[in-house]
C-alpha cells in the first residue's frame, strides 16, 4: 500500500499535549485509536526520535509521520436532502438538522451527512478518513445547526489547524432548565470521562482536560433560559456537562438533564432532544484568510419550545427577547 509521509509543527496551544492525542487532531489520522496504531507501528517520529503515545510534546517540536494513501470510500451515497449555508470549491458549511449522525458509525451505517455528502459530491476520497470524510469537526446527533465540510485535503487540514489552535469562533444558543444566573459569566472545568459511566463526560473526571465556556443571558422565561454560548475549547459534550455540572442543564437532554427535573412549567410539556444548536461559526477561508461567518437559523422545534414557555407570561411586559 502506498504511503505519505506528513510534518507537523506543534503549535503553543498544544505544548504539553500527548503525542496521540496530537496526532488524533491531524486530518490525516482522524482518531486517537489511528494516532496509536501509528506511534506502535514506528511510523511516527518527534525531532527524529520515536516516542511512545504519552510523550508530551514542547511547542515547536516537528513531529513526523508516515501515513498510508487513502482507501476508496466504503460509504454508500444516499439522496438525503441538505440545507446548504455557503459552498465553494474548497468547503461546505451545511445547517445539519437534530436527529442526523454526521458519521456512520456502529448503529448509525445510514442515513448520516456522510452518506448525503457522497451523494451530493461525488467523491471525498483522501479527504480525511475512510469513515467521516471532509467532516472537520462534529455535532452531536440531536444537536442542529452549522457543520463545516472540507472538500480538499488541504482545505482539511487547514480547517482542522484553525480548529486545533483555536482561532475559531462558535457560538450556540440553548434553553436550561431554571433561571440561570448571574447574566454572564465563564464556566472554567476541565471535562474528561465519567469515573464510572463511560458513556457520560464529567467536571470529575480524574483526567479531565481544561474546558473553558463563555456564556450570556438571552432570555428568561418561565422556568428556563436562553443562553448564548462561545466555548473557547472543544470537549466531547462541553456545552451539556458544563450546564448540568451548573445546576441548568440544557432543556430535553437525557444524558445530562436530571432524572428528578420532570416536565416544563406550563403549557411547553418536555422536549424531545437537547435544545442545543450550533448557530454560527466564523473562520478564517483555507484558501485566500478571508473571515468567514455563516450563521444557521433556528430550527422550528425550538422556536416552538419558545413559543410554548413564552405562553405563561404573555400578558407580562418582554424582557429581553432575541432577534
Known amino acids: 500500500m502506498a504511503t505519505r509521509r506528513l510534518t ?21 489520522v482522524g482518531t486517537r485509536s489511528q494516532g496509536k496504531q501509528l506511534i506502535v507501528a514506528g511510523h511516527v517520529r518527534v525531532e527524529g526520535m520515536p516516542r511512545k503515545s504519552a510523550f508530551l510534546l514542547p511547542a515547536g517540536a516537528r513531529v513526523e509521520l508516515e501515513v498510508s494513501e487513502p482507501e476508496p470510500l466504503g460509504i454508500a451515497p444516499e439522496a438525503i436532502p441538505l440545507c446548504v449555508l455557503y459552498e465553494d470549491d474548497v468547503l461546505l458549511a451545511i445547517d445539519k438538522p437534530p436527529g442526523m449522525v454526521v458519521h456512520p458509525a456502529p448503529g448509525a451505517r445510514r442515513g448520516t451527512v456522510v452518506n448525503a455528502l457522497v451523494h451530493r459530491l461525488g467523491t471525498l476520497a483522501g479527504v480525511g478518513s475512510t469513515e467521516r470524510p471532509g467532516i472537520v469537526h462534529r455535532l452531536d446527533r440531536d444537536t442542529s445547526g452549522v457543520l463545516l465540510v472540507a472538500r480538499t485535503p488541504a482545505a482539511l487540514e487547514a480547517l482542522a489547524r484553525e480548529f486545533r489552535e483555536r482561532r475559531v469562533e462558535k457560538r450556540y444558543l440553548a434553553v436550561v432548565r431554571g433561571q440561570l444566573r448571574p447574566d454572564s459569566g465563564v464556566m472554567d472545568r476541565p471535562v474528561g470521562r465519567h469515573p464510572h459511566e463511560r458513556k457520560r463526560m464529567s467536571v470529575r473526571s480524574r483526567r479531565g482536560r481544561a474546558a473553558v465556556t463563555r456564556w450570556a443571558v438571552v432570555e428568561r422565561l418561565a422556568g428556563a433560559t436562553v443562553v448564548r454560548l462561545e466555548p473557547e475549547t472543544g470537549r466531547t459534550h462541553q456545552l451539556r456537562v458544563h450546564l448540568a455540572a451548573a445546576g441548568h442543564p440544557i432543556v430535553g437532554d437525557k444524558l445530562y438533564g436530571s432524572r428528578r427535573a420532570g416536565r416544563l412549567p406550563g403549557p411547553a410539556g418536555e422536549f424531545p432532544r437537547q435544545a442545543l444548536h450550533a448557530e454560527e461559526i466564523a473562520f478564517a477561508h483555507p484558501t485566500d484568510g478571508r473571515l468567514l461567518r455563516v450563521r444557521a437559523p433556528l430550527p422550528a422545534d425550538m422556536e416552538q419550545l419558545l413559543a410554548r414557555l413564552r405562553k405563561p407570561a404573555a400578558d407580562r411586559p418582554e424582557k429581553g427577547r432575541f432577534a
Open 8 to 28: 507537523l509543527v506543534v503549535p503553543a496551544a498544544a505544548a504539553g499535549m500527548r503525542l496521540d492525542r496530537f496526532l488524533a487532531g491531524a486530518a490525516a
